[in-house]
């Protein structure tokens, strides 16, 4: 696992339009959240389905998601809400930093991973699996409304009162 409050190690995806895209490029505009899963797999289908069916929720809280694969993904995960975007660690990089040295094997993913980090890069939640017990898409939304609350720039929230 990696240290929670730490700085995200740095990832590329490579998209199958050829853009590459870098965790990097959103530093100090968005949250991020990045999800790494097995191209061809239902159960990590359904996890990024059910993400983007949250798209408009993600850009209110300006997040932005990364969907990373060992492999190019499938020609479905092209036509994915704005704001998510899924591409290939071709090199596997991205995945060795946040899964460790052994995460992946010649079927693919020996754990798949959820992480959610601020707009600085500061990794703030993070969920290993084992299988494919994706953490809730609400437990998701709760990390990143603790990032609201806890950001130097934003306001108090509404609850908070000073006396």
């Not at 932005?64 to 975007?85: D, H, M, N, R, W």
Request: charged letters at 20%; hydrophobic letters at 45%; aromatic letters at 12%.
């Amino acid at each position: 696992m990696l240290p929670l409050r730490q700085l995200v190690p740095p990832l590329s995806i490579h998209a199958p339009d050829g853009r590459t895209l870098r965790a990097w490029d959103f530093k100090q505009k968005r949250s991020l959240v990045i999800a790494f899963l097995d191209a061809g797999c239902e159960p990590c289908a359904d996890f990024l389905q059910r993400l983007s069916g949250h798209a408009p929720e993600l850009r209110e809280k300006n997040v932005v998601a990364f969907a990373v694969f060992l492999e190019s993904p499938p020609i479905l995960y092209e036509s994915l809400s704005a704001g998510i975007f899924a591409g290939a660690d071709f090199p596997g990089r991205g995945v060795r930093a946040f899964l460790g040295r052994d995460a992946n094997c010649a079927s693919g993913l020996r754990s798949r991973g959820i992480f959610v980090a601020d707009r600085y890069g500061e990794l703030f939640a993070q969920w290993i699996i084992p299988a494919h017990g994706f953490p809730p898409i609400a437990e998701i939304f709760s990390a990143l409304s603790q990032i609201e609350i806890v950001c130097e720039e934003c306001t108090h929230p509404g609850w908070f009162e000073s006396s």
